[in-house]
């Protein structure tokens, strides 16, 4: 019986799963350590001499699987949001707004594919009729794809899965998150920063939440010279979902292609 149909089963064999790329292990066949743990922690020995080659064979894999699997899901957006979120906080009715509204413009929606925000994420984009995907990793506390994922790949390599978050998105929402948001966050703004891709909007959701950060970026940061004031331009702070999703469209197809919304906000806007 699916996680849809409620069984309290189901549930509990899902809490217990382990998803090492396309492999799903449980009980005695769950490892002791993951796969980019074993490519990264080289100590001890000259092993990874004779190992490593070998394992470029594995990451070429995932990423022709993520290629694959990804290369006609059309235009997309990737949000990103904290696994911790539970579904009784307004973080969470918020991220099931953001993926119907993503939807409505005409995006497929892309998350981590696991709980909390990216969950309701992808609860939106289910619900509004659109194109639901969850790109999973190899962690030993998550739970696998969450049960409104239409299209899951599920990778071994953060550095793979990181790519496909980028490759097939037109732009970034991110909701309140921890260390792994941050990463994929300011991951984001280095390749924008650097050229690496152009016309990426970044938009931020919540103000309370990250408003400390910036003012960090501000006061720390730019004071120090280590950043410039057009860098803080490279982001978009709002409460307003509309606004973000129309940053988003605005970026990706000009303002003579942008689709009116119906719900507009205070617009918070660009950083200065």
């Given at each position: 019986?699916?996680?849809?149909?409620?069984s309290?089963?189901s549930?509990?064999?899902?809490?217990?799963d382990?998803?090492k790329?396309?492999?799903?292990?449980?009980?005695?066949?769950?490892?002791?350590?993951t796969?980019?743990?074993r490519?990264?922690d080289?100590?001890g020995?000259?092993?990874?001499?004779?190992?490593?080659?070998?394992?470029v064979?594995?990451?070429?894999?995932?990423f022709?699987e993520?290629?694959?699997?990804l290369?006609?899901?059309g235009?997309?957006?990737s949000?990103?949001?904290?696994a911790?979120?539970?579904?009784d906080?307004p973080?969470?009715?918020?991220?099931v707004r953001?993926?119907?509204a993503?939807?409505e413009?005409?995006?497929a929606?892309i998350t981590g594919?696991?709980?909390?925000?990216m969950?309701?994420a992808?609860?939106g984009?289910?619900?509004?009729?659109?194109?639901?995907?969850?790109?999973?990793?190899?962690?030993p506390?998550?739970?696998?794809?969450?049960?409104?994922?239409?299209?899951?790949?599920?990778?071994?390599y953060?550095f793979?899965?990181?790519?496909m978050?980028?490759?097939y998105a037109?732009?970034?929402?991110?909701l309140?998150g921890?260390?792994g948001?941050?990463?994929?966050l300011?991951?984001?703004?280095t390749?924008?920063?650097?050229?690496k891709v152009?016309?990426?909007?970044?938009?931020?959701?919540?103000?309370?939440?990250?408003?400390g950060l910036?003012?960090?970026?501000?006061s720390?940061?730019?004071?120090?010279?280590?950043i410039?004031p057009?860098d803080?331009?490279?982001?978009?702070?709002?409460?307003?979902?509309?606004?973000?999703?129309r940053t988003?469209?605005?970026?990706?197809r000009?303002?003579?292609?942008e689709?009116?919304?119906?719900?507009?906000g205070?617009?918070v806007?660009?950083?200065?």
């Open positions: 019986m699916s996680a849809k149909g409620g309290s089963a549930a509990w064999d899902r809490e217990r382990y998803h790329g396309p492999v799903t292990l449980r009980r005695g066949q769950v490892p002791g350590s796969t980019d743990q490519l990264l080289s100590h020995g000259a092993d990874w001499v004779h190992t490593d080659p070998w394992r064979l594995r990451i070429q894999a995932e022709v993520g290629f694959g699997a290369a006609e899901i235009p997309a957006v949000v990103f949001g904290s911790r979120t539970k579904p906080h973080t969470y009715a918020l991220g953001v993926g119907a993503l939807v413009a005409g995006y929606v594919g696991g709980p909390g925000a969950e309701a992808n609860k984009a289910v619900a509004a009729g659109g194109t639901s995907v969850g790109l999973g990793i190899e962690v506390f998550e739970q696998g794809l969450n049960e409104y994922v239409d299209l899951g790949v599920n990778f071994r953060f793979a899965r990181k790519t978050f980028v490759k037109c732009g970034f929402i991110v309140p921890g260390f948001t941050l990463d994929e300011f991951e984001a703004i390749l924008v920063q650097t050229k152009t016309s990426f909007p970044i938009v931020l959701v919540g103000t309370d939440y990250w408003g910036l003012d960090w970026l501000r720390s940061a730019l004071e120090h010279g280590t410039s057009a803080l331009d490279l982001v978009t702070i709002t409460d307003d979902v509309d606004v973000a999703v988003i469209v605005r970026a990706d000009g303002p003579q292609r689709e009116p919304t119906t719900h507009a205070p617009e806007g660009e950083l200065r």
